[in-house]
């Protein structure tokens, strides 16, 4: 099974790129992030045509989570038990939530389609909102672990942290100075391994960056970041027998500013005589 993730930045513009790709490199899986519309926004007719089924979760022009599945879904679930919101300018735990997170079952697998917060601004309410919003992920993936000894699950998509300086190439980023670099965000990252989760991807690709921004050449000077992550328990691991960062996507006309994030899962029973990548 082929499975990935890739920040979308927009799926109303790029669904006829996305499609082509996911057919050319015959993924059978794809996460979603940043849709940027609601569920009857979505172009899901051209993912049908294309034999993918499609659920997604998606408030208005901001945000939205999504996955494309040619293997049948179950246990659809919109956002994580816990899960914080955020409205600018209020205080207390009754914030409305965002569209930042869908969660599914293939094929034994559980799966996440993460967007977390972006943090905004050393200092601003939105950090210590996508602070506690991954505190209150990692407390609910420990607990869903619990319960389910033995499964293999999987948190994919868009941290919106650079854990480590090799995963920074970007010049304006600057640890002291910039979010995603902090000592508190990269600590909330790494708290990832204490219940048990790993980067799957990295011990298969050591080098690559996942997202470039559009201003002054950063994708041609190859000053990227690397914040796009499929991070999954030690069973999960077991699965993974590929890995590839999709460079090649932030090429042409029109590209999103993220690339996919794709690793080959070896599920028992599965017949899948493609060739692995690296």
């Known amino acids: 099974m082929r499975v990935a993730t890739y920040n979308i930045n927009s799926i109303r513009s790029r ?11 015959e993924i059978d899986v ?10 009857e926004q979505f172009p899901v007719e051209a993912f049908e045509e294309a034999g993918y089924e499609i659920v997604s979760h998606g408030l208005s022009q901001w945000n939205g989570v999504a996955f494309a599945s040619r293997l049948p879904m179950s246990d659809v679930e919109i956002n994580f ?4 919101g955020f409205l600018k300018g209020a205080e207390g735990p009754d914030q409305p939530q965002e569209a930042r997170a869908i969660g ?16 905004r601004a050393l200092g601003d309410p939105h950090l210590a909102y996508k602070l506690d919003w991954l505190e209150k992920l990692r407390t609910a993936t420990s607990e869903w672990m619990t319960q389910n000894p ?7 998509g868009d941290f919106n942290i650079i854990p ?22 990269r600590a909330s990252f790494a708290a990832f391994a204490d219940i ?8 298969l690709v050591p080098t690559g960056y996942t997202y470039w921004d559009y201003k002054q050449l950063r994708f041609p000077r190859n000053e990227g970041v690397r914040i796009d992550f499929i991070l999954g328990n030690q069973e ?3 699965l993974v027998t590929a890995a590839g960062i999709h460079r090649e996507e932030r090429k042409g006309d029109g590209p999103s500013d993220h690339v996919p994030v794709v690793v080959d899962l070896e599920i028992a029973g599965d017949d899948d005589d493609r060739p692995m990548f690296l």
């Open 81 to 84: 038990p816990g899960q914080p």
């Open 104 to 119: 599914v079952t293939v094929d034994g697998v559980r799966l996440w389609s993460l967007y977390v917060p972006n943090g």
């Open 150 to 156: 033995g499964l293999p699950i999987a948190l994919m």
């Open 30 to 39: 794809v996460a979603f992030q940043e849709t940027k519309c609601k569920p």
């Open 15 to 25: 669904h006829a790129r996305a499609i082509d790709w996911m057919v050319r490199e």
């Open 196 to 203: 048990g989760l790993m980067d799957t991807v990295r011990p």
């Open 236 to 238: 999960f691991a077991d």
């Open 164 to 185: 480590t300086d090799e995963d920074n190439g970007d010049p304006t980023i600057i640890v002291g100075e910039s979010t995603h670099v902090s000592p508190e965000e």
